[in-house]
Structure formats: structure tokens, C-alpha cells
């Protein structure tokens, strides 16, 4: 009978290993590691100001916005869609010098974008097939040569890393937020500061944004958004598992196109930019703004209504393509135009809610509401606030 | 029950009825010989040839194997159809070059197939040996509980890796014969030669077996609870199936990582440019852990369980 | 708990030598779901015995087999296979003894010859070289040796059950624990493996074989140990076991000279003398059965024939609990 008992020890001591092992590792990294003191302005002057160095390494993505999880089968693949929700691993590749690949892995397929210089190329394994990006003349003539590097990828529709979602919210914390520096933290096993950005105004879904940034190297190595409706875990959350800042092999930098992959050109001309307008300081045709910092509504109307109204989701994932207004939501919308050909219309259907007067989608972080009279508005606030904001609430 | 003649030409061990305490001596004598060398081999052996030697076993084997063929055969008919290039998993490249049906085929085992295989050998091992009544004559042959359960469980082990290296033999030989092999082109976009593609598959083939050690364990362990060998199949396919779904619920998003069957697609890894053994690792590491708590559960189970089968 | 033993003397030593080959003390099992299968018995087969370990079905024979050879756990009590504790040391003592437990039991799929292989290959202190030999001899001693390459599943239950009896004679045995050997066989086989008991025995090893048909086991047991409901009613040498004047004395005779022969027995103090057709039987009671035919043959009695009829293990039963031998809970 003794002996009986001491037998099943062995499997309860190997569970407990095995628990141990599993939790170990994530305890030891909550200890705050030792780092020369810096000031938060100088942490976030670094982010937004740092040269880009060359690296590699795997983040992991993870979206809690509320909304509902894609299922695999409806992307069929690894398609930028998957980062509306659920988790996504990404890996990225620079070599500083205008060349980067970064690269959205599916299950058993992968989205990549390769960017080199005013080039850039898409490849879709799961369809097998290529967009392959330049630059227009009129735009090659009026963007900078720095803008002109990022500006096919930027058309290509990028998928986030860590370096690139900080600097854009950093970038407008000075003025609309608190910046403080919080205890270090360990990421993908380097010392990192923690620079936490609270929004002044609170009429924003963002409760604070938390950059990690690496103690050596000033790189951005995390960042989470965290939302004033869920405070039990960051609504996006984008941080590396693994880095390495040694230069990556040409093969990963060089993009050929495989062999029998259906390939797509394209022209970008300055009108597809972002940056166009918001280089020169205008605002496009038909789009107004309100508010201020993270509490912006961006208001755009004359879109393609009818195709809207026919429900044609290829119009209204245009139509998120270009809001204004930094934050999260760009990041995370500005993706949805990726060349896949599923249901937009279902997954329209899927993500909003009618209400008096249009359809509204609420995430934790950001709000989209298109008006059955064609204008949509997009901020990272709650959804009265754009129905007020168009006069339907 | 000999008859006359039998008993006559009675065997040598047996010493003439004359000499009374003889046989007990032989017996004595005979059991001093020690645990012979390569005994835990010859008991090895033993449980290859019934597992492997077993027809129904061959015949689901055979009928895996058949999965690639006739995923080659239906994309070779469809080539020229509406309905070339679609489907799952990596059939839309298999026409363009025969060493994606190995990924092809092992994509769409993975899910249920292999797991019931898995399951099947779990539930032959211990349970199907019980509900035959068997065990309890292997037990009084002597041989040690322990060992008993370590050679089954290496025996099923190898049925579940013939039976994944018959799927990938028959996927490189039906591709190879419908379609050649060529370079590889990866989930980047980035290509490999035809031969680092051939050892990329076996990398796959190889990932896919070592995945299934963790639900082998646990189908081990269902095999020690029951004498009913169906009851184990069915127990651990659920299983399987649980952990998929669970893998699928956000939810419970913080255990996904160490879920039997969330690692089980990063065979994909063998398709990527750069292949993180880090992640690999990983997923073994997870295998591990669930064969050291399941394999030690059914090592307590097995030794002290009450035989009355 | 000690069992109930009615044995005369307590005496064992039926021509047995040293320690006991089976012994049990307090030995108890009670299952998970409560029954108590085997109530605490005290075994005790000596050396040479052919011990019949008798019962009515669900009596607890089994499930003390069990115990003994370390397939299941004692709840309770200990046990010892010659002389070595069990189920400890099972490594070093089972190889020495030979079983077949509630009926045989092999792959459906392997030959009988084939099951016989896999059971030596599992053996670690079986010698390899000699595996083939004794396979075959184990075979041929059953009378097995012709249809040993059929697949098990096509044998009858006759040829299943030696196949078991093989296995249990795949090494030389001290000791054979034998359970129900004869279920399942027609009195063809019965007799060949009541044959085989009195060969084995003959040949030195102790055996216990279990039976819940008493008749089968009466004619060749030495001893016999009698359970009811988990407990062992008793044990001992068959020839002590119950009244021992118990015996009859039947004399048959001519007509004419019954009388004589009831006169007869009356003189040499038989009791409940009975007469029935030419048969005058009596209880030989304290007589010595040597005076009974001279005493008759004195008396000018025509013997025709003269038999003692000893109780039978059934009678013996019955005897001891007053009830048949029918399925205890
Ligand atoms: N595994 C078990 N669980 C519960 N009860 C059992 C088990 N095996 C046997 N029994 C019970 O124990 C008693 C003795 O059974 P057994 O030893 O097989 O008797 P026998 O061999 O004398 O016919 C029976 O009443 C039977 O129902
Ligand atoms: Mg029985």
C-alpha cells in the first residue's frame, strides 16, 4: 500500500518539474534587471529619433480588442486580416540600409513583405502569389529619398514590428500624454527601460501605451496598448521573443519570385501615400479631423457610397486604409486592403453592429462607424463618441 | 494429457519420474541463470514482431500509406481541371513539384489520422493485451512490470514512426513518379535546392513522429486504466481532438503553449527560410514534458495496478 | 482469521519434506468495490503435494491465485512461493513455478507455437539457446506438437487449454499452480490432464490445482483445501480429511447369504449395516477393514465382491457446511 502511494509520487514530482520548468523561466524574468537611470523624454527622444540598425528576430502579436477571431479557414493562410485577432507570430530582417523583410507566419503558410529601397514585394504563400510595388514617377520625383524607401513598403502595407508601432506612438505622446519611466523589465532576454505613455485626455479607449525599449541599444523590443474597458491584459500587445542585432544574411534580404507565383504590378503614385498629405501638412480632400492626440476623429466622407451601401468590403477596407490619426488603429487597419480574396463582405457583416443611422464596430481600443450617408469615422475612442461626433447619437 | 508415445519421447527437461527431486533441482538450477545479456532485447524483438507482425496493424498502415497516392493521383487527374490548385494545405504545389506531397499527405494525417493511429497503438499495448488476457501470463512469465510497459511503449512508438515513414516513402516515390522533384520553393518565397528539399521533408517527417510522443504517453496511460482497448482509442482521439479545441479558444489563450497538439504544425518550420530550431525545440520540449508526466503515470499505474484480467 | 480447520492432529506432513512450497498468512482481498474476495486464509501446501484448492465458483480460488503469483495486491496477510515472499520476489521465484490462471489465454492471431515463443522471449532468465527445444517439447507433451502453427484462434477449447498447460511447462517447474485446468474439457481431456497432474507429480513438482468440480480433483489431490465465500473452510491430507470412519464396507454376495453377511458384520461391530439387492454395506467405522474379508470368508460367505467406498469431497462438503456446493456470493 506504501509503496503503492510512493509510486504515484514519481508522476506528481514530474508534473511538478514540469510546471516548475514552465514557470520558472517567466518568473526570473519578472526580476527588474539593473540599468543606468535615463529620463523619460530622453527614452522617448531616443525612440523616435533612433537610426534604424541592423537586425533580426521573432515577435509575438497578440490583438484582445473584443473582436471576433478570424477563423483560419476564411484567410486561408497567413494574411494581415489575422492581426485584427487572436495570436500572430511575425519575423523581421534589416539590415538598415533600405533592405527588410518581415514576414507573417501562418501555421503552414507565411505573408511576406521585402522591401528594398523605393522596391517592395508581397508574397502570399497560401495563394501563391506576388505584388510587386513601385514607385510612380511624380512620386519618385516629390518624396525624399528617405521617405521613397519607406514608401512602397508603406503602400505594400506593412506588418508591425516592435520599432516601428513605438515610434508612431511615441511620436505623439510629448504632446498628448504623460510620459514616465517604470520599473526594467527583461525582453527576449535583454535589459529593457519600460516608457509608459498615459494619455492626458480620457476621452480616448487608451488607457496607457508601455514601450520596452532595449537598455543597450535604445531599440524598441515591445509594446503594449492597453485599453480603459479591459485591465487585465494589454489589447495589443507586440514583443519580441528573440533578437539579434547582427546583420541578416543577404538571403533573407533578397526577394526572387518563386517559380509559377502569379505576379501583380504596381505603380504607386503619390496619391496612394499617407505620407503625401501628411508631409505637407494638408488635409485631403473630404477628410475633417477633431480632437486631439489619442482622442482624434478622423471624419471622412465621398467615399465609393454605393459600394459601401451594396455592402462591398473591398470599398470600406479602402476606406480604412487611409484614416488619419496615428495610433494603433492605422497600424492595425491600414492592413485590411492586403490582396486576399475572401468574404469582405461577411467579414463586414461579422465585425459590425448596426445602429440608427449606419453600422458600427466597437473595439476595445478603436471605433469605426460608417454612416449609411457614406462618411466613416475611425478614432481610438468609445463608439458614442464618433455617433455624437456624426451627429447621430 | 500425453498419450503413451508422448510421454516417451517426453522432453529432456523433464527427468525420468525415478528420480523425484530432479526437476525441482533443474528448476532451481535453471532460474540461476541469470537475466541473460540482451534480454531486455530479445523482449524488444518479441513485441516488434506482434506489434508489427500484426495484420490489421499492417493493413491500417497500409491504408495511411495510401493517403499521399491518392492525393497524387487526384491532383495528377485534376491538373488540367477548374479544380487544380485547390484544396488544403500544400496541394495547390504539389503539381509543381512532387516533394511538397510529403507535407501535403503528413498535413492532412496530422489532425486525425496519425492521432488514431497514435491511439490505437496506445490501446493495443496495454489494454488490448489485458482484454486478450495476456497480461496476466507475461506478468507470472516473470518479466518486470516496468520493463514490460518500456518495451511496449518503444514498440508502439515504432509502429506510429513505420507508419509516418511509409507516408512520407509513398509521398516522395508518388511525387516523385507524377510530378519530379525540383527546387523547393519556401513559404517566403525564398527556394532550396531539390536535394536540401528532399532533407527538408525528412525534417518534417521526423517532427511530425517526435509530436506524437507526447498523446502516446497519454494513450499509454488510458491503456493501463482499462481492459478495453476501444475505450482507450476513443479516449485518447478526444483527447487530441480537446486540445485542438482548446488550442483555438483565445480564452484560454495563457495554456495554448503547452498544449499536446499546439506545436504540431510547426513542422511548417522546414518550409521557412530560416528554420528556428528555437521553436522546434520548443514544441519538443512540450512533448517531453507531457511524456514525463503521462509516461510516469502510467509507469505508477502499471506497477501497481491489480491484474484481474 | 483463522480458518475454520476441522483436520485431525493438524497434521500436514502427508510425505511432504521442509518448509512449505505455498504458504499464506492472513492472506485478504477485498476489491474496490468492496467484496471481500478472499477473507483473510492461511495456505499451507508442502512440498510434493498435489493440493486441490477446491470451491464453488466465486468462492475466492482465483483471486487468491492472484495473489500468490503477484498478479493482484493483498489487501492484507502475506504470502510465500517457496519460501520466497510474494509479489517481491517474484523475479526470482516464478521462473520456477509454472501457472495457468483462469483459463489460457493467448494472441488470436499467432500460432500456438508462435504464443509459446513470445511468452520464453519475455522470459530474462529463460536460456536462449534452448528456447526451440523446450517449445517444442512443451508442445509434444500436451500432445499439441500437430497443430502448433494454426493460429490460436482456430483452436477448440480442448487444444486452447493445453496450450496453457504448454506454457506452464515451458521450464522445469517446482511448482504448478494450475486453475481450473479442466474447464472446458470433455472427460476425454479431463482424464489426460488428471493423467498429466499424477505425471508431473510424479516426477517431483508440488502442485496446486483448483477445480470447483470436486469429483475431477478427488482422484488425484494429496491434499485439499476447501473454500466457501473468501474463506477456507480446511485443509489438509486427503486421506485425514473429514470423519474418517466415514468409510462403507459393501459386500456383494449370493442371495442366500445376506443374512449371513448382515450377521456377520453385526459380530465385527459394523454399524447401520443396509441391504440392497445382493449388496450388504456398513459403516467399516473403527473396524480394521483387513478383518472384514476373512471374517466372511470365516463365516462361509460367498464373496463376490468387496469395495470401500470413501466419502466423497462432495459428501465431505456437505458435511461441513450443510449446504451444496453451489455458487457462493
Ligand atoms: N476485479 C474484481 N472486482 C470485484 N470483485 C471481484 C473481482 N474479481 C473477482 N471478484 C469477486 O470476488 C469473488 C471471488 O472471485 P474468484 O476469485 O474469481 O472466485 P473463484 O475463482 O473461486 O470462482 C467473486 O464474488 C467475484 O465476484
Ligand atoms: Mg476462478
Not at chain 1, 223 to 246: C, G, I, K
Not at chain 2, 9 to 34: C, I, K, L, S
Request: with cysteine; aromatic share 4%.
Amino acid at each position: 500500500m506504501n509503496r503503492t502511494l510512493l509510486r504515484w509520487t514519481v508522476p506528481a514530482a514530474a508534473a511538478v518539474a514540469v510546471v516548475a520548468a514552465a514557470t520558472i523561466p517567466t518568473l526570473a524574468s519578472a526580476d527588474s534587471p539593473e540599468l543606468p537611470d535615463r529620463t523619460p523624454e530622453e527614452l522617448a527622444a531616443a525612440v523616435v529619433e533612433a537610426e534604424p540598425v541592423p537586425m533580426s528576430g521573432s515577435a509575438v502579436y497578440t490583438a484582445r480588442l473584443g473582436l471576433p477571431e478570424i477563423p483560419a479557414q476564411m484567410t486561408g493562410g497567413a494574411d494581415p486580416l489575422n492581426l485584427l485577432s487572436g495570436s500572430s507570430t511575425i519575423r523581421m530582417w534589416t539590415d538598415a540600409e533600405g533592405r527588410s523583410r518581415v514576414s507573417l507566419l501562418g501555421t503552414t503558410s507565411e505573408y511576406s513583405v521585402v522591401t528594398d529601397g523605393p522596391e517592395a514585394w508581397t508574397y502570399a504563400s497560401s495563394s501563391h502569389q506576388v505584388v510587386h510595388l513601385t514607385l510612380g514617377p511624380d512620386a519618385q520625383e516629390h518624396l525624399a529619398d528617405a521617405e521613397a524607401e519607406h514608401a512602397a513598403a508603406e503602400a505594400a502595407g506593412t506588418l508591425p514590428t516592435p520599432q516601428d508601432l513605438a515610434q508612431q506612438l511615441l511620436e505623439r505622446a510629448e504632446e498628448h500624454a504623460d510620459v514616465t519611466v517604470g520599473d526594467a523589465v527583461v525582453v527576449a532576454g535583454r535589459a529593457a527601460y519600460q516608457v509608459v505613455v498615459t494619455p492626458t485626455d480620457d476621452g480616448t479607449l487608451v488607457d496607457r501605451v508601455v514601450v520596452a525599449v532595449d537598455g543597450e541599444t535604445l531599440v524598441p523590443l515591445s509594446v503594449q496598448v492597453w485599453s480603459t474597458e479591459a485591465t487585465n491584459a494589454p489589447a495589443l500587445e507586440l514583443a519580441y521573443t528573440d533578437v539579434s542585432f547582427s546583420a541578416p544574411s543577404d538571403a533573407a534580404l533578397t526577394f526572387s519570385t518563386p517559380s509559377g507565383a502569379e505576379v501583380t504590378e504596381k505603380v504607386v503614385e503619390l496619391g496612394d501615400l499617407d505620407a503625401a498629405p501628411e508631409h505637407t501638412g494638408d488635409v485631403p480632400d473630404g477628410v475633417t479631423v477633431s480632437g486631439e492626440g489619442f482622442a482624434t476623429v478622423v471624419e471622412r466622407s465621398g467615399g465609393d457610397l454605393e459600394a459601401l451601401l451594396t455592402g462591398d468590403p473591398a470599398a470600406v477596407a479602402d476606406e480604412l486604409d487611409h484614416p488619419l490619426g496615428g495610433g494603433p488603429g492605422e497600424e492595425l487597419f491600414g492592413d485590411m486592403g492586403g490582396g486576399t480574396e475572401l468574404d469582405r463582405a461577411a467579414l463586414y457583416e461579422q465585425l459590425t453592429t448596426p445602429v440608427d443611422g449606419g453600422r458600427l464596430l466597437s473595439s476595445t481600443l478603436l471605433s469605426v462607424l460608417v454612416t449609411d450617408d457614406g462618411r466613416i469615422l475611425v478614432g481610438a475612442v468609445p463608439g458614442e463618441t464618433l455617433l455624437e461626433a456624426a451627429g447621430l447619437a | 494429457m500425453s498419450r503413451g508415445e508422448a510421454l516417451e519421447t517426453g522432453p529432456a527437461t523433464v527427468a525420468p519420474a525415478a528420480a523425484a527431486t530432479t526437476p525441482a533441482a533443474a528448476a532451481r538450477e535453471d532460474a540461476e541463470v541469470r537475466a541473460t545479456r540482451g534480454a531486455f532485447g530479445r523482449l524488444l524483438r518479441s513485441e516488434l514482431r506482434l506489434v508489427l507482425g500484426r495484420r490489421r496493424t499492417q493493413l491500417l498502415v497500409l491504408l495511411l500509406a495510401l493517403v499521399p497516392v491518392l492525393v497524387g493521383t487526384i491532383v495528377r487527374a485534376t491538373v488540367d481541371s477548374a479544380f487544380s490548385g485547390q484544396g488544403p494545405g500544400f496541394i495547390e504545389r504539389v503539381s509543381g513539384n512532387g516533394l511538397f506531397l510529403v507535407v501535403t499527405a503528413l498535413f492532412l494525417c496530422l489532425p486525425l489520422l496519425l492521432p488514431l493511429g497514435v491511439s490505437i497503438a496506445a490501446a493495443d499495448a496495454v489494454a488490448g493485451e489485458a482484454s486478450a488476457g495476456t497480461l496476466r501470463y507475461l506478468l507470472v512469465v516473470p518479466v518486470g512490470r516496468g520493463r514490460l510497459l518500456a518495451a511496449k511503449a518503444i514498440a508502439a512508438l515504432t509502429l506510429v514512426v513505420v507508419a509516418i515513414a511509409l507516408v512520407t516513402a509513398a509521398a516522395l516515390v508518388t511525387g516523385w513518379v507524377y510530378f519530379g522533384y525540383g527546387d523547393l520553393d519556401l513559404l517566403s518565397g525564398q527556394s532550396v535546392s531539390a536535394a536540401a528539399g528532399f532533407a527538408r521533408m525528412l525534417g518534417v517527417a521526423g517532427y511530425v513522429a517526435l509530436s506524437l510522443t507526447g498523446l502516446l504517453a497519454v494513450g499509454l496511460f488510458f491503456s493501463t486504466l482499462t481492459e478495453v482497448p476501444i475505450g482507450v482509442i476513443a479516449a485518447t482521439v478526444v483527447v487530441s481532438i480537446l486540445s485542438n479545441v482548446l488550442d483555438s479558444l483565445p480564452q484560454v489563450e495563457a495554456i495554448h503553449p503547452f498544449l499536446l497538439s499546439h506545436h504540431w504544425f510547426d513542422f511548417a518550420e522546414f518550409l521557412r527560410a530560416e528554420v528556428s530550431w528555437s521553436l522546434l525545440g520548443q514544441g519538443l520540449l512540450v512533448q517531453l514534458a507531457w511524456v514525463a508526466v503521462f509516461g510516469s503515470l502510467a509507469w505508477a499505474r502499471f506497477t501497481t495496478a491489480d491484474i484481474t484480467s | 482469521m483463522t480458518p475454520t480447520a476441522t483436520r485431525p492432529d493438524g497434521a500436514l506432513d502427508g510425505g511432504a519434506v521442509g518448509a512449505p512450497v505455498v504458504r499464506s498468512e492472513g492472506l485478504t482481498k477485498r476489491f474496490r468495490n468492496g467484496q471481500v474476495a478472499v477473507d483473510g486464509i492461511d495456505l499451507e501446501v508442502p512440498r510434493g503435494a498435489v493440493y486441490g484448492f477446491l470451491g464453488p465458483n466465486g468462492s475466492g480460488k482465483t483471486t487468491t491465485i492472484r495473489m500468490l503469483l503477484g498478479l493482484v495486491q493483498a489487501t492484507a496477510g502475506r504470502a510465500w512461493l517457496l519460501g520466497e515472499p510474494m509479489p517481491d520476489g517474484g523475479a526470482r521465484v516464478l521462473p520456477r513455478v509454472g501457472a495457468l490462471v483462469e483459463g489460457p489465454a493467448f494472441q488470436p492471431y499467432l500460432s500456438g507455437r508462435a504464443n509459446l515463443e513470445r511468452l520464453d522471449a519475455v522470459d530474462a532468465s529463460a536460456p536462449r539457446r534452448t528456447s526451440a527445444r523446450r517449445i517444442g517439447d512443451a508442445l509434444e507433451r500436451v500432445g499439441l506438437a500437430a497443430a502448433a502453427r494454426k493460429p490460436y484462434r482456430q483452436y477448440s477449447l480442448g487444444m486452447k487449454q493445453r496450450l496453457g498447460l504448454a506454457a506452464a511447462l515451458l521450464r522445469p517447474r517446482e511448482l504448478l499452480v494450475l486453475d481450473e485446468p479442466t474447464n472446458g474439457l470433455d472427460p476425454q481431456g479431463t482424464r489426460e490432464v488428471r493423467h498429466l497432474v499424477r505425471e508431473l507429480a510424479g516426477e517431483g513438482a508440488t502442485i496446486l490445482v483448483s477445480s470447483h468440480l470436486l469429483s475431477e480433483i478427488d482422484q488425484v489431490c494429496t491434499h485439499v483445501g476447501v473454500m466457501r465465500q473468501g474463506r477456507l473452510l480446511v485443509q489438509g491430507p486427503r486421506d485425514a480429511l473429514g470423519t474418517a470412519d466415514a468409510a462403507q464396507v459393501v459386500v456383494t454376495t449370493e442371495p442366500g447369504s445376506l443374512a449371513q453377511a448382515r450377521e456377520t458384520f453385526a459380530r465385527l461391530g459394523l454399524e447401520e449395516t443396509a441391504v440392497d439387492g445382493e449388496v450388504v454395506a456398513a459403516r467399516l467405522g473403527a473396524v480394521a477393514l483387513a478383518d472384514v474379508a476373512p471374517a466372511l470368508v470365516a463365516a462361509g460367505v460367498p464373496v463376490l465382491g468387496l469395495e470401500i467406498r470413501r466419502p466423497t469431497l462432495e459428501d465431505l462438503f456437505v458435511e461441513l457446511t450443510g449446504q451444496g456446493f453451489d455458487v457462493s456470493g
